[in-house]
Structures are given as structure tokens and as C-alpha cells.
């Protein structure tokens, strides 16, 4: 790694909104290089964030000689017994797309009565982790609380993001948000983690 405080980490994700979102969060901080061309997807097959998002670091940092960086997101919904959780991707079935999933979310909670705000709390809860091509790994967590919205609000963001309201974010759903999404969001949180992290000597 360089001297200045800035590192180079290959991203594990594939996800184009995802990669934008992080490289948004750690501009000036880390730069960002894609993953290796012809890398095929990395099975997600984990039990829980945590080895999904070591899976996929480890695959992508063996492929590209190179410290790796990935994310799992999980969507915790008190009402659905912390569901969908690692399966937040794939809630709705192998190939639903996000607005599948969230349709799905909002199905099974009026289905477990959950109407009221406080019986519709949930959380999102994202895992970053760095692998080096050595072994070495530095994991970080952040989490946001807050609650489901009846319907989907907002043109912005992507997956669940149109219908999480969070605490502090004045009723507004991160879909409605703009960039203030990435002080408050999960993701942005484990992503300052890390750079706090990284500056106090790793890599």
C-alpha cells in the first residue's frame, strides 16, 4: 500500500449501484478498481452477512493479487422473525428482482398484522470486509434502525430502499433522500468504519 492516506482496494461487488454507492462514501478516501474482467459470480451460500461478504472478498483478492473489498446487506424486519435477512437478495425467489422482494416484505407483514409503527420496526445491517491476497482481514459493521413504510416512496436508491424509513431522516424514505442517504445509511457507516480502520495501519 502507498504512503498517502489513500488505498487501493479491488471491489468485490458486481452490482453497479452498489459499486457507485461505495465509491460515492469513500471518495478521496480509497480509490475503488473494478473487479477482475471474466470473474464469474461468487456463490452467496453463507448462513449468515458476515460469510458472504468474506466469500466474496476472498474469491475476488485471490483473482486479482490485490486487497478486496465486499459488502453484505441484510433487511431485519422485527414483524418477520428478523426476515429476510441474508436472503434479503433473493426473498422473493432465486430470480426476483428487488421490487419482487419488497412487494414480498410488505406482503408478509400485513399478513403478521403489522400495521402500527411500532410493530413494523426493522433495521438494515451491512457487513464490509477486506481480504488480502495473504490471508489477512479486517471486518466492519454498521446498522441503521428504523421502520417499513406502508407502500414504496421515492424515485432514488435501489432495493428496499423505497420503503425503509429511517430514525433521523424526517419521515423520508431513503428512496426519497438523495445523498443525505449516505451520512445516516448502514452502508456509509460500515464504510467510514472502515476507513478509520485502514488509516490507523492496516494494509
Known amino acids: 500500500m502507498p504512503e498517502s492516506p489513500t488505498r487501493r482496494l479491488v471491489c468485490a461487488s458486481a452490482n453497479p449501484d452498489k459499486v457507485a454507492e461505495m465509491a460515492r462514501v469513500l471518495d478521496g478516501l480509497v480509490v475503488l478498481e473494478p473487479r477482475p474482467a471474466g470473474l464469474g459470480d461468487v456463490a452467496e451460500d453463507a448462513p ?40 434479503s437478495a433473493r426473498f422473493a425467489g432465486e430470480d426476483a428482482d428487488p421490487h419482487d422482494n419488497l412487494l414480498k416484505v410488505l406482503a408478509e407483514m400485513e399478513l403478521a398484522g403489522a400495521v402500527e409503527p411500532d410493530q413494523r420496526r426493522a433495521r438494515f445491517r451491512t457487513v464490509v470486509m477486506v481480504v488480502w491476497p495473504d490471508g489477512r ?24 430502499d423505497s420503503i425503509f424509513i429511517p430514525d433521523g431522516g424526517a419521515g423520508l424514505t431513503f428512496a426519497e433522500m438523495g445523498d443525505e442517504k449516505h451520512r445516516i445509511s448502514h452502508r456509509g457507516r460500515a464504510l467510514r468504519a472502515l476507513t478509520d480502520v485502514l488509516s490507523v495501519g492496516h494494509g
Open 48 to 87: 449468515d452477512l458476515e460469510g458472504n461478504a468474506r466469500l466474496k472478498a476472498r474469491a475476488v483478492a485471490a483473482a486479482a493479487g490485490a486487497a478486496a473489498v465486499s459488502d453484505d446487506t441484510g433487511l431485519e424486519v422485527d414483524a418477520l422473525d428478523g426476515r429476510p435477512g441474508v436472503r
Open 137 to 160: 482481514e479486517v471486518q466492519v459493521e454498521g446498522v441503521v434502525e428504523g421502520v417499513i413504510a406502508s407502500s414504496p416512496r421515492g424515485d432514488g436508491g435501489f432495493g428496499y
